[in-house]
């Protein structure tokens, strides 16, 4: 959630460092940046590596299981992993749709027809009724079971299976953040809630109810009691000794290493584009070296973790490369939390009216111009080099005359220009011009064929305030049109400020003396350059 709302709403990299922009704004970009994505790699890194370990393990015991010949050992689990590192390689390359795409729905296609086949040669009647009574049981002790670390009752439950899984969890957070917010565009915080937490719960409840149940009731009621004894030798080989009382045993058992096998080529491509996106800064089209150095590293630390020290190795390192991670949630935690306060409030308080001059009377002409002019990518460069920022300094110069601590900041790189206000114990004012790609609609230009392989882009040159995108463009403004809509702005965060103390979740000062400087600043002051 952090993660989306900061990059669609607020227009910044989708990387785990726009989650604290909040909490340090402009320094996302510096040290303090570098060092959170460089903990959200680590933390993928080992935790895809942790589940690679696992994989093996349970793929090793699946084909000495159909293949006895075949035996359970480190080397043939190194060479799994090579051989899946392989197949992760060849489907980075092939890129997110011909290769992610067909892979994922192979895997749900395989997972959802396992599951249908156990709960239909299984105790149907018994896992539905099951499934609901041990539904609610978890519902009515979640808040216990939580916070529940037996600190009465000591077993090796917790430390080897409850915080490995919530450390796991944790290392698996970057990947799996960024893969849902990139799929998550266009919806609504609740939507995005309710899809995030329901559906795979309630999926989660079902694939559990459906084996979970199928094996409780071969141990309670059919006597297969000797089931018990094998899943605490090996966890591994538990899921094949359970198909051991299903029909067509080898052919599920089968099905089952293949699934385990494309899962897990699955999470490690996906994988390696997340934390090759991450080290290019939010990039999303990289080069295809990178993305097979970051696939074939996965394979590697997941093998000399596996020769090193096996299981308990990996587990330990999921875990510690969670720790750090686990800070930054905290703190993306109350940066999502400040920003949602300042909109709230700011919406409830000032009127929802768009400004732009493009709605005034007289600039028909001008308005229908740009509603179907799509500029390139060096129009819009210029637009913000030559005409908004020199805007912004002139702004910049008469407030500096009445005294205020005002910043002018243009960035050739990235093609942003804003102008910050700092006031200590208050919120800042911060007015931001970005470049932003869009794919040319298809009413652009009808007769132009498209290209299935991505239709050519336009540029807008956007407003972003502090509470995000203001979803207007101002392409076609002059110096003086950039002006008049900087003080509008400035004119609502002036009333913004004036009715929020003692609501905003941090100290604010009263603006008496801020609002009878109001009155200073005319527009008439800033139409002719210092």
Do not use: C
């Amino acid at each position: 959630l952090v993660l989306a709302y900061f990059a669609f709403r607020h227009g910044l990299p989708l990387s785990m460092r726009s989650a604290l922009y909040p909490l340090i704004g402009e320094r996302i970009y510096g040290p303090i940046g570098h060092t959170v994505d460089v903990i959200a790699i680590l933390g993928t890194l080992f935790g895809i590596a942790t589940t690679l370990g696992l994989s093996v393990a349970q793929i090793n015991a699946g084909m000495n299981y159909l293949w006895p010949s075949i035996p359970v050992s480190t080397f043939v689990q190194v060479v799994t992993i090579t051989g899946i590192t392989l197949l992760a390689i060849l489907s980075v390359v092939a890129g997110l749709d011909k290769g992610v795409k067909r892979l994922s729905i192979l895997n749900m296609v395989l997972a959802v027809a396992l599951m249908l086949f156990v709960f239909l040669a299984g105790p149907s009647i018994f896992i539905l009724e099951t499934f609901l009574q041990n539904t609610g049981s978890y519902l009515n002790n979640i808040v216990e079971r939580t916070f529940n670390l037996q600190a009465y009752t000591r077993s090796d439950w917790i430390g080897n299976w409850t915080l490995f899984i919530f450390g796991w969890t944790i290392a698996w957070a970057p990947f799996v953040g960024l893969f849902i917010a990139k799929i998550s565009r266009g919806r609504t915080i609740r939507q995005f809630v309710f899809g995030v937490l329901l559906v795979p719960t309630i999926f989660t409840f079902i694939w559990f109810s459906i084996f979970g149940d199928t094996a409780l009731n071969m141990i309670m009621n059919q006597g297969y009691t000797a089931l018990i004894t094998e899943v605490q030798n090996d966890t591994a080989i538990a899921l094949f000794k359970l198909y051991e009382r299903l029909p067509l045993t080898s052919i599920v058992s089968f099905i089952t290493v293949i699934l385990i096998m494309t899962f897990f080529v699955t999470s490690s491509d996906s994988g390696s584009l997340v934390i090759d996106s991450l080290a290019s800064g939010g990039a999303s089209n990289t080069p295809v070296w990178q993305r097979v150095f970051w696939a074939s590293l996965e394979g590697l630390v997941a093998a000399a973790l596996l020769i090193a020290g096996g299981l308990s190795a990996l587990q330990t390192m999921s875990i510690t490369s969670a720790l750090p991670f686990a800070i930054i949630m905290v703190l993306a935690a109350i940066g999502m939390w400040r920003a949602l306060a300042i909109e709230g409030h700011r919406e409830a308080s000032l009127s929802a009216f768009m400004h732009s001059s493009q709605h005034r009377p007289g600039n028909w002409k001008k308005r229908l111009a740009g509603l179907i002019h799509y500029p390139d990518y060096q129009q819009v460069a210029e637009f913000i080099k030559t005409t908004a920022h020199p805007a912004m300094q002139k702004v910049e110069t008469v407030l500096q005359e009445k005294g205020w601590p005002v910043i002018v900041f243009f960035d050739d790189t990235q093609h942003r220009a804003y102008i910050e206000v700092v006031r200590e114990e208050e919120l800042d004012f911060i007015y931001e011009i970005r470049m932003r790609g869009y794919a040319m609609p298809t009413f652009a230009y009808p007769q132009m064929a498209r290209s299935e392989d991505g239709d050519k882009r336009y540029y807008r040159a956007e407003v972003f305030m502090r509470r995000g995108g203001a979803a207007y463009d101002v392409f076609n403004f002059d110096q003086q049109e950039v002006i008049d809509d900087i003080l509008n702005q400035f004119e609502k965060y002036m009333h913004f400020i004036h009715i929020s103390p003692g609501i905003l979740p941090w100290k604010m000062q009263e603006h008496d003396d801020m609002l009878n400087d109001k009155g200073e600043i005319h527009n008439n002051d800033l139409k002719t350059p210092s």
